[in-house]
Nanobody
């Protein structure tokens, strides 16, 4: 069992940056691949980024590639999402998720554990 708590969301102007954090409980954090997803009202949850168990491999949605960076610190049981050059269309609730089976999955149904989400609002 893994419990995830996101933080770091907020209001930022277009072109600005935010860093989201996702703190995990449990001693097996390093055995989970981690993903970031986002969701806006009326839309399905959208894949943003994923990182492998060791942190050695990452994968990004085309819409954020080159602007967002996912990383993890297994000693701190934390995964991060650094978001640069933010755009109004990045506005969403951002969720982190843990996947015990797949290294870099983009399908939300494959993730077993989810945080409660943190709101990111980008003003134009």
């Amino acid at each position: 069992q893994v419990q995830l708590v996101e933080s770091g969301g907020g209001l930022v102007q277009a072109g600005g940056s935010l860093r989201l954090s996702c703190a995990a409980s449990g001693r097996t954090f390093s055995s989970y691949a981690m993903g970031w997803f986002r969701q806006t009202p009326g839309k399905e949850r959208e894949f943003v980024a994923a990182i492998s168990w060791s942190g050695g491999s990452t994968y990004y949605a085309d819409s954020v590639k080159g602007r967002f960076t996912v990383s993890r610190d297994n000693a701190k049981n934390t995964v991060y999402l650094l978001m640069n050059s933010l755009k109004p269309e990045d506005t969403a609730v951002y969720y982190c998720a843990a996947d015990p089976l797949h290294p870099l999955d983009t399908w939300p149904n494959e993730y077993a554990y989810w945080g409660q989400g943190t709101q990111v609002t980008v003003s134009s």
